[in-house]
């Protein structure tokens, strides 16, 4: 008999919690059912599968990130802007580590379609409308930013900038200033 109480919403929340402390990598139904102390074959009504979690971990990182950047951007443009998009970005990856991998994971086009990753993107191109770039350069710019601000991010998770001055974060104001004087000089003629 299935536990009261259990739902796909709360078994995808508890498997966002479940990744930010073990990883994403590790997240399965097994895990999962460990965690509420059920059979694994109880979460079957609620999950399809392993993947099928993982995918509803990431559809629900991609909406809280896409809402956290939402609330962040709210009454700002230019460089208050993208100043505010990358801080909410990072800080999100360095809170929910878990959570930040599932935002990564590849979907199928139609779920993806559908997803907050749209969110995501035209957050991400309103942004650059303060710059007034033109296609294709605006297209190079929302993955100029999305790789630099990933890189950074995963590199610094990693522990990567831990053993060197200057601070990581004097890096990241460096970078985001140094993007927004690219992105200016950039801009369309």
């Known amino acids: 008999m299935v536990r009261a109480g259990l739902t796909p919403e709360r078994l995808t929340r508890a498997g966002a919690e479940l990744a930010d402390e073990v990883g994403f990598d590790q997240v399965t139904v097994s895990a999962l059912a460990r965690r509420f102390d059920v059979k694994v074959a109880s979460l079957y009504s609620h999950v399809k599968s392993s ?7 990431a559809l629900f990182a991609l909406e809280e990130l896409a809402d956290r950047v939402a609330a962040a951007l709210a009454g700002r443009a230019g ?9 909410a970005y990072r800080d999100y990856a360095r809170e929910h580590p878990g959570r930040y991998a599932a935002a990564r994971l590849r979907l199928d086009p139609e779920t993806a379609a559908a997803s907050a990753g749209v969110r995501h993107a035209q957050m991400t191109r309103a942004i650059l409308r303060g ?10 710019a929302v993955r100029m930013l999305g790789s630099v601000f990933h890189g950074y991010v995963s590199l610094e998770l990693a522990g990567g900038f831990e053993h060197s001055a200057p601070s990581a974060q004097e890096s990241w104001a ?4 140094s993007l927004d004087v690219l992105l200016r000089n950039r801009a369309t003629p």
């Open 79 to 87: 460089k208050d802007a993208l100043a505010a998009f990358a801080d």
């Open 131 to 140: 710059y007034d770039l033109t296609e294709p350069n605006q297209t190079h």
């Open 51 to 57: 993947q099928d979690l993982k995918t509803r971990i």
């Open 174 to 177: 460096w970078i985001v200033d």
